[in-house]
């Protein structure tokens, strides 16, 4: 038996698909259980690069399934696209199996989402306008639509009628807008229900059997700790729960099937969207790490918020997740830096914080404690063995692991698969 979880550590775009792509050369499946087309997960292999949102990274394996489960919130245009996009270059997509119990995205979702966060004004989130929350509140509120509705012709139909009640009376009286033509969404979602059919199955025995089977199983999460819903910079988060608690309730396997815990940490820090970030840097060095780091959103294009390492952050993660190893990603863009800061500890009114505070008033208002570390001023891009690291780099490294508790279990170099140095050798 042997399942693995991979989780962000931060705020989203740590390099988790880079990371499941790695370790999905030795699994049997690859899990996605939280989160949609929010996410954005880059793969890239022999300069070949892939963007993934709904797919599993693992989908460039042959033979490897890719399930998006329960806890998935699904649009099946994205999905379709995607898996048109990976067949045109040669990817096969055969292995891919959709939950018939995923709750499914439709129109309203993304229109609501972008008009209903606009509304907000200051307050607003910075969404990804993919309709998530909006497909979670209705799941939550009972009224979703899930794959098994969408695959059965009358009850979608009736389903759909029945919402679009509802949706176009809030689309005219709260935001003026104009009501959306039941007929047109029908025949297009019928369309879609078509080519995602052989596709659709119940994962949930799938993936247990395969569990008890002693097969190689990989979940991958999507956004982060400090986005995850309850455990996140509350309300600035996404609707779903990152978390490695969240793949016991958005794959339907117990928790204790779940072996070994993985966080991905990118070496500094970003964010898009709003919400607070203790070491962001609106100054010179937030400006190197964002043009060292090609720092731009995957899914939305924005411009993404930079900053130091956060080891409070990690160590939360590491507490909420119960991370056996950390995997350290784009170590490489601090290679130029002459010295890196790591956020050790946050101060607020001259008091030491031993948690991350839950108010956001708080939050806004730590000092946070840094340490600083000399650069090592050298290309690490091309180093395979962990040895073979400049002296500083490891200094940076261990200071990490005795910051958060937690071991160090893959540092990653750069983008390609290959680039990747692995310490741990019992992941899987
Ligand atoms: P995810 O959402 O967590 O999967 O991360 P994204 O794919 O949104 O963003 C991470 C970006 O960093 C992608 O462009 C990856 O190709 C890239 N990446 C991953 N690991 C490394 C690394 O170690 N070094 C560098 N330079 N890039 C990396
Ligand atoms: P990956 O999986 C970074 C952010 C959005 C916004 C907030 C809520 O690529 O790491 P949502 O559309 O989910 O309701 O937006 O969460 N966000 C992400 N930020 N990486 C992501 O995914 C994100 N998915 C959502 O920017 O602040
Ligand atoms: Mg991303």
């Not at 550590?9 to 087309?37: H, N, P």
């Not at 033979?63 to 245009?77: L, S």
């Not at 993304?110 to 209705?138: A, F, H, Q, V, W």
């Not at 991905?264 to 070491?279: L, S």
Request: hydrophobic content about 35%.
């Amino acid at each position: 038996m042997s399942a693995v979880v991979v989780t962000g550590t931060q705020w989203g775009d740590e390099g988790k698909g880079k990371i499941v792509d790695y370790l999905a050369q030795q699994a049997d499946t690859v899990v996605r259980y939280q989160g949609g087309s929010n996410a954005g997960h880059t793969v890239s292999v022999k300069g070949e690069e892939y963007k993934l949102r709904l797919l599993p990274s693992g989908i460039l394996y042959k033979g490897t399934h890719c399930i998006v489960g329960n806890g998935v919130v699904v649009d099946p245009k994205i999905m379709l696209e995607e898996m048109d996009a990976m067949t045109a270059r040669g990817i096969d997509v055969a292995g891919i199996r959709l939950s018939n119990r995923a709750h499914v995205v439709l129109p309203y979702h993304c229109l609501m989402d972008g008009i209903g966060d606009e509304s907000r004004g200051k307050n607003k989130i910075g969404t990804t306008k993919r309709g998530i929350g909006p497909c979670y509140m209705d799941r939550d509120n009972r009224i979703g639509i899930r794959v098994c509705d969408l695959m059965d012709k009358d009850e979608f139909a009736k389903r759909l009628k029945e919402n679009l009640v509802i949706k176009n009376n809030e689309l005219e009286k709260l935001y003026n807008h104009e009501p959306l033509d039941y007929k047109e969404m029908l025949a297009e979602y019928e369309g879609y229900a078509e080519r995602l059919r052989p596709y659709v199955c119940d994962t949930i025995a799938l993936l247990n059997d395969e569990i008890n089977a002693g097969k190689k199983i990989l979940f991958e999460g999507a956004q982060a700790t400090m986005l995850d819903i309850d455990y996140g910079t509350y309300p600035y988060v996404t609707a779903s729960h990152p978390i490695s608690g969240g793949v016991g309730v958005g794959a339907g396997v117990a928790p204790k099937k779940i072996d070994k815990v993985v966080g991905v940490v990118k070496a500094y820090c970003t964010r898009v969207g709003e919400g607070p970030f203790p070491t962001e840097q609106l100054n010179a060095v937030g400006d190197k790490l964002r043009e060292a780091g090609h720092e731009y959103g995957t899914v939305t294009g924005r411009p993404r918020r930079t900053g130091w390492l956060d080891a409070c952050v990690v160590r939360y993660a590491g507490l909420l997740s119960g991370i056996d190893y950390m995997a350290i990603t784009r170590l490489d863009i601090l290679d130029g830096f002459d010295e890196i800061r790591m956020c050790t500890g946050y101060k607020y009114k001259g008091e030491l914080l031993h948690e991350i505070p839950a108010s956001l008033k708080v939050l806004a208002e730590v000092e946070p404690v840094y340490e600083t570390f000399p650069g090592w001023k050298q290309d690490i891009s091309g180093i395979r063995d962990y040895a073979e690291l400049p002296e500083n780099t490891k200094k940076y490294l261990k200071r990490m692991t005795e910051v958060t508790g937690i071991a160090l279990g893959i540092v990653s170099v750069g983008p390609n698969r290959d680039q990747t140095i692995i310490i741990a050798r019992d992941i899987f």
